[in-house]
């Protein structure tokens, strides 16, 4: 039997832990259709879908229109959950060693059924027990943190192309060494290098620990931006902000919240919602049972990809220091006109026969890149609360001489510490672009 609270001194005695942990977890996630879930109900007159208590979320209507994508205008389902979240991870020193407790969790939207996750991971639904479960396990640490020392806290947007104005505060908390943490089935301490290790490893470490590490004030290396050298970059912070300021300005987006019956080009099936011509995602059900959470047992809609997608920073070196090529991006659910995201975001299977101008830049210089130019490949999960296997595929390439360093309004080229910088604050850099900012805190160890 593994103990509860455990460090391991090799990477592989945890996976060996986190297989045992596979194994013996319990858990059934079926799918049913939308009008059959136990507690949800579609809105007689909107068609929308909502929970009996009024809380957790609504599945409603969007509609958009911005000049600021490849299609000007168009409507979609959102998930509206106007709460904002804790997630979590507490940080404490073992011997010298900086570790981070994660816990595996269950989730019904993971392929693989557990990933590491956040010490805390929960909504506010959730930590104030409107479902009447078990109260969330360290969310003391996060609430009322005295003699804690604080790392990191922020308002962090979610998914802008799946949520309507979705934060969640990401917060990073240091123990004392003196305070012992009391020890709960299914967490474990690890540290940075072996985090690391698990983040060139598919679907293991999941989106919101991820979201949450980036703003970890680690420091970079200064080939890759180190803080203090805020300004030693291809553009100064003062320059970015002046382009990210330019790019809001026009207040080009126009967004309203629609009746989900209203949504153009979309049909519910009565089993799920569904684009007609199979793109984007569909609107599913699932009922789940799961030992290990603070409910055993709830039915919910979830939101299921129609494919893989791929999220992707072009980078290169300028005047000796690695860059990426940052992308001012709006999403339907975006809080802000913008937010500064990778080089490429999107599902390509969405784009498939459609004309070269309806197609995202660089979309195909990143697909079509030799392999010697990849400088980091990996598949990862997105939110498996909300999310039914949504899996995007995560790579850092070296841009060719075909990508100039003036790369057009929308795009600008900075280094990874400048936009480490930039994430201390809400509403700048959205959820892609963190996960994959701190995919690149390990691109050093691949990149001498």
Known sequence: MFPT????????EFLDWFAERNRTHRHRVTPVPLDA??????DPETGNLRHRTGKFFTVEGVEITTGRRETRSWT???IVQPEAGILGILVKDFDGVRHFLLQAKMEPGNINVLQMSPTVQATRSNFTRVHQGGAVPYLEYFLAPPRRRVLFDALQSEQGSWFHSKRNRNMIVELPPDEDVPPREGFCWLTLEQIGDLLALDNVVNMDTRTVLSGLPEPWPDDLGAPGAEDRGLHSMTELLSWFTDVKAPQDLHRRRIPLAEVKGWTHTGDRFVHEEGRYFSVIGVDVEADGREVARWSQPMLAPAGRGVIAFLTRRIDGRRHVLVNARTEAGSRDIAEMAPTVQCCPANYDGRPEEKRPRFLDTVLSADPSRILFDVVHSEEGGRFHHAENRYLVVEADDGVPLDAGE??????PGQLGSLLRYS???NVEARNLLTCLRFLRQRDR
Do not use: C, E, K, Y
């Open 5 to 12: 609270v455990f460090r391991f001194r090799q990477t592989s």
């Open 37 to 42: 879930l136990d507690g949800w109900a579609s």
């Open 76 to 78: 979609q389902p959102i």
């Open 410 to 415: 929308d795009h600008i080229w900075m280094t």
């Open 427 to 429: 509403n700048h850099v």
